[in-house]
């Protein structure tokens, strides 16, 4: 069986739009209709038609998210066994220890964190608003989570109390630890380093920019004459050398892979069509509570 060609067939014989995350591997990658990060998508998701089916290619929690912005869509997931240890290390349970610990605390949570700990939040951010949305909390304490370097540089930019949840457990394991048998930098002097700020400080202090995948582009776009070496996920590397043909991109650590992401397979995205397996199904109370923390996000950056 030609599984790429049953892919297109079912694809449109079925109504599917496929939308994937910048880090699923790039032969997926080059079959989705839009690309992005896991909010964007979301939002992306919104514009889309309701007699669309709408296929996300990426982790579990990002499926959500765009579930609860579209909650009259039928949304599926590739591969279900896909999902992000990051976001697992806060529980709900974890979340109302802390909040009943710090009663006066708001709560900003990462829009990487599952849909039962996004109802109790006061709000949510992405890596690019981060900084943004906490300072435009009327309160100078702040519960973060759940990626602890995330909110040590929300902390290092806004001068808030801001402390991690749920603690030393909450990190992204491909950037808090990318600099294992990396680059060695003072061999690549006339590069620029950007990095993500899931990375630790010590790394984020030495880069010429921080930001998300998002605004990675945008960095080198305002700099087309210089080289620049990307500290994230490999995937974004390639998406970054395919919208920058002419400047000089390499990745700060080839083996900064995030294995759940690539979990997603050709076989997984003929299943689902096939099958219509792997719906994102979530109880309607859930849905409007956790709706609630990203709508306020959307005020907060109006304001």
């Known amino acids: 069986m030609d599984l790429l060609k049953e892919i297109k067939y079912l694809k449109e014989k079925k109504n599917f739009i496929f939308i994937g995350h910048n880090y699923v591997e790039k032969n997926i990658l080059d079959l989705c209709d839009y690309n992005g990060d896991s909010l964007g998508l979301a939002k992306v998701a919104q514009n889309i038609n309701k007699e669309k089916n709408i296929l996300f290619i990426g982790v579990d929690f990002m499926a959500e998210t765009m579930k609860i912005l579209n909650p009259e869509k039928r949304i599926f997931v590739a591969n279900k066994s896909a999902t992000c240890p990051m976001a697992n290390s806060l529980s709900p349970e974890k979340l109302l220890y802390f909040k009943s610990k710090f009663p006066n605390y708001s709560i900003v949570l990462y829009v990487n964190s599952t849909a039962e700990c996004k109802r109790y939040a006061d709000c949510v951010c992405t890596s690019a608003n ?5 300072n435009a909390i009327d309160n100078n304490n702040i519960l973060f989570g759940p990626d602890k370097n ?13 402390l991690a949840i749920p603690g030393e457990d909450g990190f992204c394991y491909v950037h808090d630890s990318i600099e294992n048998n990396s680059l060695n930098l003072k061999s690549f002097s006339d590069f620029n380093l950007i990095v993500h700020p899931e990375c630790k ?17 945008k960095f080198i776009s305002e700099n087309l004459d210089k080289k620049y070496i990307i500290g994230t996920e ?9 919208m920058f043909e002419n400047v000089e991109i390499i990745p700060f650590n080839n083996e900064a892979i995030c294995h759940d992401m690539k979990k997603n397979k050709l076989e997984d995205i003929y299943n689902v069509l096939n099958f219509e397996i792997n719906e994102i199904l979530l109880d309607r109370n859930l849905i409007n509570d956790s709706r609630r923390s990203i709508i306020n996000m959307f005020k907060l950056m109006e304001v």
Not at 201 to 217: H, Y
């Open 130 to 134: 981060a900084v943004e949305i906490v």
């Open 201 to 217: 400080k010590n790394l984020r202090d030495k880069s010429f920019k921080v930001g998300s995948t998002g605004q990675m582009p």
């Open 150 to 162: 995330l909110a040590n540089y929300v902390k290092e930019k806004t001068k808030k109390n801001v």
């Open 234 to 242: 490999i995937g974004m590397v390639d998406v970054l050398k395919n």
